[in-house]
C-alpha cells in the first residue's frame, strides 16, 4: 500500500509541474518579446502568446492551456499594452483584442485537448488489442487446464490493474474457485461471491457491478462461454468506482478467448486420452499374442526335446539326439532374441537408453555387423561397398551396430538363398547413408511406415518369427542420433533400408599422419 | 589340445544350474573342476587350491565379482574369465581394465566358453616374450622392429607399429581402449582421444587385412577394444 500512496504524492506533484512550466515560459516569452517588443507590433505579439496555449493544450490538456491564455492576456496587458508596466488599459479598444485573443485560444485549446483525448483512447484501445492478442497467443501455447488457467489470471489481472478469480466445475461438477492473480487476497472466496459465480455459470450472463443483476455487488462476474457452451467464471474486483465500458468489453472478450482455449485444452485431452487408451490397447493385445506365441512354442520345443531325450535315452540313434540337441539350443537363441528386444525396447521407453558419442568408423562397424550374422547368413552372399575415404560419423557405435545387426538380419532373413544382399556406405553432404538392400519379397507400399511401428508385423512376413520389435527399436536408436531409417522398394526385385545419420569429421591435430610418416 | 587337459578350473558362481552345466560340460572336456558358491569362498579357494585359471560371475551375492578380482589380483597372475550377465559394456570394461583375461556373457554359447579357456591357457603357459611372433601369413619381428605378410615387408608408421606389437603379444585376449592408449601412448592420453584408436586400427587394417569389413587378425570387441585373433579364432 505504501507504493500506491508514494504513487499518489508522485502524481500531486506533477500535476502542478505544468503550472510551473506554463507560468516560466510565458515569463521567459515576455522578457524576449520586450527585448525586440518594439520591433513587432500588438497584434503579432499576442499571436505569439497564443503558443504557451497551444502548446499545453496539446501535452496537458484543458486546464492548464486555459491558465496559459489567462497568464498570457496578464502579460500582454502589463508589458505591451500602453500605458505599459502596468494592468490598466489606455485604448478601450484592448479589452476586444483581450475578448477575441481568449476566445480564440479557448478554441484552440479545446480541440488540442480533445484531439489528445482521443488519442489517449485509440492508445487505449491499442493496448487492449495487445493484450488480447497477446493472451491469446499464450494461451495458444498452453497444452494444461492448469496453467491456462494461472496464464489467464496473470495476464487480466495485469491488464485491468485489478484482482481476478477464476471458477471452474471441479470434479464433482461443483463450482470452485480453481485460480487467481498472483499476489492472492482472497477475492472472490466469500459465500455471497459464490452465489453469484452460480448464476453467472448457470445463466451465462455476466453479473455484479454495473449489471442490471446485482449491480451494486464489488465485483464483476463474467462468463466463460463458447457458442456452446460455459466452461467457468472470470470474477474481476471492482469496488471503487465501476469498470468503464471500455474495460467491460475487453473482459468479455478475455471471457470468450479464456473459454475457446480451455475447449481447446480439454478437447485435446480427451483425444490424448482417448488415443493412448486405445493405443496402450494395441501394445497390450500385440504383446500378450506376441510373447504367448513367440515365448510358448520354443518353449515347447526346448521342454519337448529335453523330456524326450530324458525319458527315451536309448530310443534314440546319434543322429536324433544331434537333431534334438539342435532344436533345443534353437529354441532357446529363439528365446533368447525375444527377451532381448524386449528389454530394450523397455530401455528405449523407459528413457534408460544413455548414448555415449563416439567416433564411429563405418568400415570397423561392418566388420563387426557382419562377424555377428555370420551364423545365419547361410547360402546369400554379402557385398558390402564402402566410400573411399571411408566415412566416419559420431554416434553411439554400440547401438548403431544394434541397429545394422537388426536391418541385416531382415534382409537375411526375407530374401531367398543364393541371393545378394548389398550393404553401402556413402556420404553425400551433411549425411552419412547406410543402406541394405536385399532381393527379397519386397513390403507392400501401406506397409513402408507402419513396419517401424511396435509389434507391427507385415502380411509377407507369415511363416518366418519374430517379435515386430526389431525396426521399432532400430527407429528409436537412429532417431535418438538426430537420423532417420526408412524403407524402400529396390529397383529390380526387394527392398533398401536406410540408415541415415548425421556425418561429422573428427578433429585431429594438424599434421598429425605426416609427421608420423616422416619419422619412419 | 592335450597340454591342457587336466587343468584345474575354479567356478565361482552362485547359479547351482550354470556351476553344475560348466562342472558336466568342463570334465566332459578333460579338465579338473573346483567350485565356489560365494566370492569369499573364491578367493579362499583360489589360494590354497591353486587352480590354473579360474571362472568368475560377476554377480555374486556377498562381495561384487570385481572386489573377487581385485583381491586375488593382488597377489596372483592366474588367467580369470569373467562370466557375467551384465551386457554393459561398460561392466565389461571395468572387469577387464581390472585385471581379467576375457569375458563370456550370459547366456553363452558352451563352444566359445571351451575355446576361450584354451586360448587363456596358452597364454599365460608363455608368458615370457618370443622375439619372433608368428600368425599365419603374418611375422612380427620384435627385436628387429620388421612386420612381414606373405614374406613382404609391411611399411607401418611408429604408432601402427606399436599398437599392433601390444595387440599380437597379447593375442587372444580382449584389450580395452584405455589398455591400448596408456601402453601405445603412455601417460599423457585422453579419453576422448579414443577416435585416433580407430583411425590407426582403420590404417592397420588397410595395411593388413586382405578385406577390412572381414578381419581375419585385429577383431573388434563393440564398444570396448580390440583383440588380435589366433589363427584358430579367425574364420
Known sequence: ?????????????LALLPY????????????????????????NIALMYLFPVLFSAVYWGLVPSFYAAAAGVLAFD???????????????????????????????ATLAARLKQQVKLSKEREAHTAALYSLSRQMAAVGEIKTLLENIALQVSVTVQAQIAIYMPD???????TAYSPGDHGFGEGESAMVIAKWTFEHGRMAGRGTETLGEFPGLFVPLRTEERTYGVLAVRADAGALSAESRHLLEAFGGLAATAIARVKLSEEAKLAQLTAESERI?????????????????????????????????????????LVTIRDGALRMNRLVTNLLGMVKLESGM??????WVDAEDMIGVVLSQVRGFVGERRIEVRIQEPTPYFPGDEVLLEQVLVNVVSNAIKYSPDGSEVVIAVRQSGSWVR???????????????ERIFDKFYRGPGSNGTTGTGLGLAICKGIVEAHGGTITAAPRAERGTVVTVALPAGKPELPEGWQREEEEQQ | ??????????????????????????KAHHFDVLEAETGEDGIYQASINHPDLIVLDLGLPDVSGMTVLNRIREWSRIPIIVLTAKDREADKIEALDGGADDYVTKPFGMGELVARIRVALRHSGNAQQEPVLRFGRLVIDLAQRLVELDGTRVKLTPTEYELLKVLASNAGKVITQRQLLQQVWGGHHHESDTHYLRIYIGHLRKKLEEDPTRPTFIETEPGIGYRFLLQEQAK
Open chain 1, 171 to 177: 470434479a464433482r461438477s461443483e463450482l470452485a474457485r
Open chain 1, 434 to 448: 547406410i543402406s541394405v538392400a536385399d532381393n527379397g519379397i519386397g513390403i507392400g507400399e501401406e506397409d513402408r
Open chain 2, 1 to 26: 589340445m592335450t597340454t591342457e587337459t587336466g587343468a584345474r578350473i575354479l567356478v565361482v558362481d552362485d547359479e547351482p544350474q550354470i556351476r553344475k552345466l560348466l562342472k558336466v560340460t568342463l
Open chain 1, 1 to 13: 500500500m505504501r507504493s500506491v500512496e508514494a504513487t499518489v504524492e508522485r502524481r500531486k506533484k
Open chain 1, 20 to 43: 510551473a512550466w506554463i507560468t516560466i515560459g510565458v515569463a521567459a516569452l515576455s522578457v524576449v518579446l520586450h527585448e525586440f517588443g518594439f520591433a513587432f507590433d500588438a497584434v
Open chain 1, 353 to 358: 537408453l544413455a548414448l555415449r558419442r563416439d
Open chain 1, 284 to 324: 497390450r493385445t500385440a504383446l500378450l499374442d506376441s510373447v504367448s506365441h513367440e515365448l510358448r512354442t520354443p518353449l515347447a520345443t526346448v521342454i519337448g526335446s529335453a523330456t524326450g531325450l530324458i525319458d527315451g535315452e536309448d530310443v534314440f540313434s546319434s543322429d536324433d539326439r544331434r537333431e534334438l
Open chain 1, 78 to 108: 502589463y508589458f505591451f499594452v500602453p500605458p505599459f508596466l502596468s494592468f490598466s488599459v489606455e485604448d478601450l479598444r484592448y479589452l476586444l483584442s483581450f475578448a477575441v485573443y481568449l476566445a480564440v485560444a479557448a478554441l484552440t
